[in-house]
Structures are given as structure tokens and as C-alpha cells.
């Protein structure tokens, strides 16, 4: 079941009608009433989607629907308590009351009303984005199921990267459907390339091949990067589309030079009926660049890329900056065995094997 669901997540990517659906599954995995995407930006109005409703509480859960529908038309999410939860940017899914005070709660007009419909826990992740938006899935469930499982957590935890990957779509195309190839990538304003794991790249946009100091081409009709430490991670990614495995990183940081800033490569599997899309091609290869917000006030960009926890990617930063792990570990404050085993783990996640590799893959994203 969550194999499938990973595939239909992927899929919601880029058919943004799917959203629905994969927010039910999601829910009933969890065994929760509802749940939720929302992008936040500075920038645009706040926009999202909800599960579908279920047919034993298909009037309860209208009156959520419309809940939800004020939240997303008004400005609720700048609610202090709500946005003490968002700036911390916790790499998993949290209980939402836990970043709230008794006072906030008392004053959450939204909270109440939801209770008063019978909602009762909410989980919550947010998902920075490298263009300084905020993507968040909430999952909510009635008061009379009482409080989430711990394996429940783990559950949606397990799905959490794949939600982040395919939330960078859902920011790019607004929930709306691309219905084009290169036109919807050109129209993303991101440099973008579709291409088969085992193939040639099929197609690419003006802002891709005016990148040509980055991008270069490979035997085959195929695509490497210029800077050797991003293009071994990109080549081991698509090896494992190719073998249909999950790889250890599909966000990929590219250093800064003098003519351009540093960019995240990202590569999204394209899943189901978004083969379709894609005129067949199972990846699509997207460059973004950094940048700051509001919503991501000081965005550990490390988090949503990575997956790390914000305890691993402090740690990465630190280590980053020039520190040795021994002060690293002084300046996080923990111990050397707890540094150790952060820098395993962050090790795993960044496809890296040693300290000065994993130090010349992030130094000069000016994302720390």
C-alpha cells in the first residue's frame, strides 16, 4: 500500500486534481478525519487542497471543508502560535499543540471552531522551499479516536520526503494542471529537462540550455553536471530510478561561482498517469536557486533537501563553516558520540562518505 501511495504522491506532482486523493489515502493510513497541502508564500495568497470527503461523515466533514476554506482566503496561518510551529521547521511531523501555548489555543478562532465540529489532534509538517515559500501537510482526527500513535507518526514520517519532493511542483504549478511537456516546464520559470532513466534527455527549456556552464551532455543523448561531486550524486540518482530503487538523494546542491549563484538540482520521478505527461519519460530534472522569505525566515534549507533533522543539519552547517566535528559538536552542544552519530546519518542522507566530501558538496551553497 504505501508503495503505491509513494507512486500516486508523485503522481499529484503534476496532476494537481490528484491531490485529493492522496490526502484520503494518507489519512486513512493515519487514520485521520483529514488532511491537507498548503503552500504559504509572502508573495501570493495561500493555496491548497483537502482530502476527499468520506461518505459515513460527508456532512461533518462539508462543515471542515469549510473551515478550511476561510483559512486558506484569510491570513490565519500568520497566527503566532501557528507561525512559532512553521519557524522551526521540525524535519517530521509534530503535534501542533505541543508549539502552542494554553493562550494561543484560547484565541485560535479556527481551532475552536474545529473542535466544536468534532476535530481534535492535528500533525503538521513544513517544508521549506528553496524559492522562500512554505508547503505544509496538516492531518487532523476526531476527538473520539483520541491522540495519534506513535507508529501512526512514523507512518506519515516515512512519507515526508516524497511529500516534500512533489510540494516543490505543487509551489511551481500553483495546483494547477500542466497540460504541455516543455511548455509547462518553461512555464514553471524553472530551468527544467524531462529525460528516461535509461535514455536520452527528451526535452529541455530555453532556461535549462542557456545553462550550458552547468549542464553538459553526455554520451548517448544523456545529461551530466560540470561540477564532479553533484553529477556523481545526479548519476547515482538516475542509476536508481533506472533500477526502480530508491536513492539516498534526489536534491542535490551545486556550488556558487563568480558568474552565478548557487542552485539545487532536483529529480522527480514521474509516476502513473504523469508518464503520460511527460510523453513517457520517467524523470524530471529541475535547477532553483535560494532564496529567503518571511515564511522561511531563516531557512535551513538543509531540512527540506536532505531530510535531516534540525539537530543534523546544524551539525552539517557547522561543518560546513570550517569547523572540525569536535567543535561542531561544542557549538550544538552535545556530545561526540551524538556528533558521530548525526555525521553518520547525515552521511546517508547527502550520499556522501567522508567529512571534507560532504563539506566540498555543501560549501558555497549559500544555503547556510
Given at each position: 500500500?504505501?508503495?503505491?501511495?509513494?507512486?500516486?504522491?508523485?503522481?499529484?506532482?503534476?496532476?494537481?486534481?490528484?491531490?485529493?486523493?492522496?490526502?484520503?489515502?494518507?489519512?486513512?493510513?493515519?487514520?485521520?478525519?483529514?488532511?491537507?497541502?498548503?503552500?504559504?508564500?509572502?508573495?501570493?495568497?495561500?493555496?491548497?487542497?483537502?482530502?476527499?470527503?468520506?461518505?459515513?461523515?460527508?456532512?461533518?466533514?462539508?462543515?471542515?471543508?469549510?473551515?478550511?476554506?476561510?483559512?486558506?482566503?484569510?491570513?490565519?496561518?500568520?497566527?503566532?502560535?501557528?507561525?512559532?510551529?512553521?519557524?522551526?521547521?521540525?524535519?517530521?511531523?509534530?503535534?501542533?499543540?505541543?508549539?502552542?501555548?494554553?493562550?494561543?489555543?484560547?484565541?485560535?478562532?479556527?481551532?475552536?471552531?474545529?473542535?466544536?465540529?468534532?476535530?481534535?489532534?492535528?500533525?503538521?509538517?513544513?517544508?521549506?522551499?528553496?524559492?522562500?515559500?512554505?508547503?505544509?501537510?496538516?492531518?487532523?482526527?476526531?476527538?473520539?479516536?483520541?491522540?495519534?500513535?506513535?507508529?501512526?507518526?512514523?507512518?506519515?514520517?516515512?512519507?515526508?520526503?516524497?511529500?516534500?519532493?512533489?510540494?516543490?511542483?505543487?509551489?511551481?504549478?500553483?495546483?494547477?494542471?500542466?497540460?504541455?511537456?516543455?511548455?509547462?516546464?518553461?512555464?514553471?520559470?524553472?530551468?527544467?529537462?524531462?529525460?528516461?532513466?535509461?535514455?536520452?534527455?527528451?526535452?529541455?527549456?530555453?532556461?535549462?540550455?542557456?545553462?550550458?556552464?552547468?549542464?553538459?551532455?553526455?554520451?548517448?543523448?544523456?545529461?551530466?553536471?560540470?561540477?564532479?561531486?553533484?553529477?556523481?550524486?545526479?548519476?547515482?540518482?538516475?542509476?536508481?530510478?533506472?533500477?526502480?530503487?530508491?536513492?539516498?538523494?534526489?536534491?542535490?546542491?551545486?556550488?556558487?561561482?563568480?558568474?552565478?549563484?548557487?542552485?539545487?538540482?532536483?529529480?522527480?520521478?514521474?509516476?502513473?498517469?504523469?508518464?503520460?505527461?511527460?510523453?513517457?519519460?520517467?524523470?524530471?530534472?529541475?535547477?532553483?536557486?535560494?532564496?529567503?522569505?518571511?515564511?522561511?525566515?531563516?531557512?535551513?534549507?538543509l531540512t527540506g533537501l536532505f531530510?535531516?533533522?534540525?539537530?543534523?543539519?546544524?551539525?552539517?552547517?557547522?561543518?560546513?563553516?570550517?569547523?572540525?566535528?569536535?567543535?561542531?559538536?561544542?557549538?550544538?552542544?552535545?556530545?561526540?558520540?551524538?556528533?558521530?552519530t548525526h555525521l553518520d546519518r547525515?552521511?546517508?542522507?547527502?550520499?556522501?562518505?567522508?567529512?571534507?566530501?560532504?563539506?566540498?558538496?555543501?560549501?558555497?551553497?549559500?544555503?547556510?
Open positions: 500500500m504505501a508503495e503505491d501511495l509513494i507512486d500516486r504522491i508523485y503522481e499529484a506532482a503534476f496532476v494537481p486534481e490528484k491531490w485529493s486523493d492522496v490526502l484520503t489515502r494518507a489519512s486513512r493510513l493515519s487514520d485521520s478525519a483529514t488532511g491537507s497541502i498548503l503552500v504559504l508564500s509572502d508573495k501570493s495568497p495561500v493555496r491548497g487542497k483537502l482530502s476527499s470527503a468520506s461518505s459515513d461523515r460527508d456532512e461533518s466533514l462539508r462543515d471542515v471543508q469549510r473551515v478550511f476554506d476561510e483559512f486558506v482566503n484569510g491570513d490565519h496561518w500568520r497566527f503566532p502560535g501557528v507561525l512559532r510551529m512553521y519557524n522551526l521547521q521540525p524535519a517530521r511531523f509534530v503535534h501542533v499543540e505541543a508549539f502552542m501555548t494554553p493562550e494561543d489555543i484560547e484565541r485560535d478562532a479556527q481551532r475552536m471552531r474545529l473542535r466544536a465540529l468534532g476535530i481534535g489532534a492535528h500533525l503538521c509538517t513544513a517544508v521549506p522551499m528553496p524559492g522562500g515559500e512554505l508547503v505544509t501537510y496538516v492531518f487532523q482526527r476526531w476527538q473520539e479516536d483520541g491522540d495519534y500513535r506513535q507508529s501512526e507518526i512514523e507512518g506519515l514520517d516515512r512519507l515526508r520526503p516524497h511529500l516534500a519532493r512533489a510540494g516543490l511542483m505543487a509551489v511551481r504549478l500553483g495546483l494547477e494542471r500542466a497540460h504541455t511537456t516543455v511548455s509547462a516546464l518553461q512555464a514553471m520559470g524553472l530551468p527544467a529537462a524531462i529525460m528516461r532513466s535509461t535514455g536520452p534527455v527528451q526535452a529541455v527549456n530555453a532556461l535549462m540550455e542557456a545553462m550550458a556552464s552547468v549542464f553538459r551532455p553526455a554520451a548517448l543523448g544523456r545529461m551530466a553536471i560540470a561540477d564532479a561531486e553533484a553529477n556523481r550524486l545526479f548519476q547515482q540518482a538516475v542509476a536508481a530510478a533506472r533500477a526502480d530503487i530508491e536513492p539516498s538523494v534526489r536534491s542535490i546542491p551545486i556550488p556558487a561561482t563568480d558568474e552565478r549563484p548557487a542552485l539545487i538540482v532536483h529529480l522527480l520521478p514521474l509516476r502513473r498517469s504523469a508518464l503520460d505527461i511527460f510523453s513517457g519519460a520517467d524523470l524530471l530534472v529541475v535547477a532553483t536557486r535560494v532564496s529567503a522569505s518571511t515564511a522561511v525566515p531563516s531557512p535551513t534549507i531530510d535531516l533533522t534540525p539537530a543534523e543539519a546544524k551539525l552539517a552547517t557547522s561543518l560546513a563553516g570550517g569547523l572540525s566535528l569536535e567543535a561542531a559538536a561544542a557549538e550544538s552542544g552535545v556530545q561526540m558520540t551524538t556528533a558521530r547525515i552521511f546517508r542522507k547527502t550520499g556522501t562518505r567522508r567529512q571534507g566530501q560532504l563539506v566540498a558538496l555543501l560549501k558555497g551553497t549559500q544555503l547556510l
